[in-house]
């Protein structure tokens, strides 16, 4: 059995994860990457995607849809500050299709720079979003 560490997920409004696990998987920048106990120190941005939490290593606990962030990691806590957090299990499949047929619609119909980055940032998520309400863990995660 691994060795446990912190987990903190934080959103603007709350505290919503503060537990003991043996590994959690995080969106970030440059791609997803693991954190265990004993990790070295990094910050890094978080893009649109699945945080999957492992109380143990060789099961998912639970998925956590997140919009964006920072991540902060020491060698024994991973701190998310995520802008908004959805457990995947609540995101209903037709509600996230429809939101990408509209996000798709907004970026054809922006008449400006600013409101094109609006629209792709809103597509982006809803492709996030999908892809998550449509497969399981990532590729290379069990």
Request: one cysteine or more; a negative charge; charged letters at 25%.
């Amino acid at each position: 059995m691994a060795e446990k560490f912190a987990f903190e997920l934080v959103s603007p409004e709350k505290l919503l994860v503060a537990q003991q696990v043996e590994m959690v998987v995080v969106p970030g920048g440059d791609g997803y990457f693991g954190v265990l106990k004993g990790h070295m120190s990094m910050l890094s941005t978080v893009q649109p995607g699945v945080i999957d939490v492992y109380e143990q290593r060789s099961a998912v606990s639970s998925r956590l849809f997140v919009t964006g962030g920072f991540a902060e990691v020491t060698p024994e806590r991973c701190t998310v500050l995520a802008e908004e957090v959805v457990p995947v299990a609540t995101l209903d499949r037709a509600k996230v299709e429809q939101e990408l047929r509209d996000a798709e619609e907004d970026v054809a119909d922006a008449k400006t720079p600013g409101d094109k980055a609006v629209a792709e940032r809103a597509l982006k998520l809803a492709q996030a979003k999908l892809t998550a309400v449509t497969r399981g863990a990532p590729a290379g995660h069990a």
